[in-house]
């Protein structure tokens, strides 16, 4: 049974930055790409940015150039580095497959941009 824990979420002021963390415990991480999503209040989750096992990564246009998707497959662990926050990046973002494969959501982690 695979489990996600994300981590490394908080509050930070507009133009800051933040680094989360998901671990994976279970085999699929080796196998599959893994993604970052997120979901904004009264707003439906939505894939942020994705990367395969071999590394190449794919991302959301509203977020193309500020944030960076990575993995060490080692570990079982994708990061999401988050630079030039906005407010409209305030979200619980959630790691998971890609495509989603009903891989149960983990809790999220919390991100808020506000001053």
């Known amino acids: 049974q695979v489990q996600l824990v994300e981590s490394g979420g908080g509050l930070v002021q507009p133009g800051g930055s933040l680094r989360l963390s998901c671990a994976a415990s279970?085999?699929?991480?080796?196998?599959?790409?893994m993604g970052w999503y997120r979901q904004a209040p009264g707003k439906q989750r939505e894939l942020v940015a994705a990367?395969?096992?071999?590394?190449?990564?794919n991302y959301a246009d509203s977020i193309k150039g500020r944030f960076t998707i990575s993995r060490d497959n080692a570990k079982n662990t994708v990061y999401l580095q988050m630079n030039s926050l906005k407010p409209e990046d305030t979200a619980v973002y959630y790691c998971?497959?890609?495509?989603?494969?009903?891989?149960?959501w983990g809790q999220g982690t919390q991100v808020t941009v506000s001053s």
């Open positions: 279970g085999s699929i991480f080796s196998i599959t790409a």
């Open positions: 998971n497959t890609v495509p989603f494969i009903a891989i149960a």
């Open positions: 990367i395969t096992r071999g590394g190449s990564t």
